[in-house]
């Protein structure tokens, strides 16, 4: 299995992004009952958990990203997202998507909110 994100950049504070999580090398079905989350890490700090999606498409999220961070996927594309509302400077990090399945990563893609 791998994964690639994309979707990072700069963005003012009050704005919007949209990350995508591609995934190869895993079927549909599998991919759509596989437990898939977003992390985000900054320079200095531990990688923290930002949303979960599991079975059924359950969904969670970290308190600071609540109410204004989505996490959803399209088992067609196998590939998941996080679109991020009302961005503010303490979102800026790298966002990393990950899968249970081999616990597999991807890259990672830089989001940065700043005036």
């Known amino acids: 299995v791998q994964l690639v994100e994309s979707g990072g950049g700069l963005v003012l504070p009050g704005g919007s992004l949209r990350l995508s999580c591609a995934a190869s090398g895993i079927s549909g079905s599998f991919f759509g009952i596989a437990v898939m989350r977003w992390y985000r890490q900054t320079p200095g700090y531990e990688r923290e958990l930002v949303a979960q999606i599991e079975r059924f498409d359950i969904t969670s999220y970290a308190d600071s990203v609540k109410g204004r961070f989505t996490i959803s996927r399209d088992n067609a594309r196998q590939t998941m997202y996080l679109q991020m509302d009302s961005l503010k400077p303490e979102d800026t990090a790298v966002y990393y998507c990950?899968?249970?399945?081999?616990?597999?990563w991807g890259r990672g893609t830089q989001v940065t909110v700043s005036a």
């Open positions: 990950n899968i249970d399945v081999g616990d597999t």
